[in-house]
């Protein structure tokens, strides 16, 4: 029995690889099959941004789903999880800077610093580099326990930051950027539920020392 639940605990992450990966051979379907609608590059660009979106959000949903319930086999995936989240924000931009672009640099740089929602994207695409590069465990040990999670904490603006592009784009229907929004707030409210919870004091410090 032991070793029945060790063996489905090694498959469960090549199958969550190949999950993860199933967006991305459905937008290749699409595209093979002339499927991608009136306007392919806006299609190709919602559809990736969408996934970046929700692949932020899972790996957001690890650490209170294992404090909820005590799920902390969770661990295990949230590396890969976040990784896929640059994979597809790679994907995005790429598509962007191709597609809508057409690779002219000066003509993407203009871009990012005229409209507020491209420079918004463009500054979580940056943030999320660092953290790509520095999730291995060499990198982990080389940082610091301390030191690791405090630049990975960057992910909470780079979760702010997509829901404020999602935002900021869309022209008059709010709801799906205000349903993403409702999730991101809800995963950040529980880690500061659980710190004042387990540090009575701690976020009233943390926010005076926010203030200037
Ligand atoms: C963490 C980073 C990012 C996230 C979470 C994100 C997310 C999204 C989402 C959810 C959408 C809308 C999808 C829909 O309408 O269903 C979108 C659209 C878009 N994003 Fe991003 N994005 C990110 C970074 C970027 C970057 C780096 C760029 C380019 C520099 C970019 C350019 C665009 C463009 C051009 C659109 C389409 C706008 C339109 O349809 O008119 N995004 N993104």
Same mark, same amino acid.
């Given at each position: 029995m032991h070793y029945q639940n060790q063996k489905i605990r090694? =498959?469960?992450? *090549?199958?969550?690889?190949? &999950?993860?990966?199933v967006p991305?051979?459905?937008? &290749?379907?699409?595209?093979?099959n002339n499927d991608l609608g009136a306007n392919p590059v806006e299609t190709i660009n919602r559809f990736t941004g969408d996934?970046?979106?929700?692949?932020? =959000?899972?790996? =957001?949903?690890?650490?209170?789903?294992? /404090?909820?319930?005590?799920?902390n086999a969770l661990l295990r995936y949230r590396r890969m999880l976040g990784l896929f989240a640059f994979f597809y924000v790679c994907l995005h931009f790429l598509s962007y800077a191709w597609l809508d672009q057409y690779f002219v640099l000066a003509d993407i740089i203009k871009d990012v610093a005229k409209r507020p929602y491209i420079t918004v994207g463009f500054a979580c695409l940056l943030m999320l580099i660092p953290l790509a590069a520095t999730s291995t465990n060499a990198m982990i040990r080389r940082l610091g326990a301390r030191r690791w999670q405090a630049l990975h904490r960057l992910v909470y603006l780079v979760g702010v930051g997509g829901i404020v592009h999602y935002l900021w784009l869309v022209k008059s229907d709010? /709801?799906? *950027?205000? &349903?993403?929004?409702? &999730?991101?707030?809800?995963?950040l409210g529980f880690r500061l539920w659980h710190r004042a919870r387990r540090e009575p004091g701690a976020v009233a410090v943390a926010a005076r020392q926010a203030l200037p």
């Open positions: 090694w =498959l469960i992450k *090549p199958a969550l690889f190949v &999950i993860s990966l991305l051979a459905v937008l &290749i379907q699409k595209g093979l996934w970046v979106l929700r692949f932020l =959000l899972v790996t =957001l949903a690890v650490t209170p789903l294992r /404090r909820l319930f005590g799920w709010l /709801r799906e *950027p205000l &349903i993403y929004g409702a &999730i991101l707030a809800a995963l």
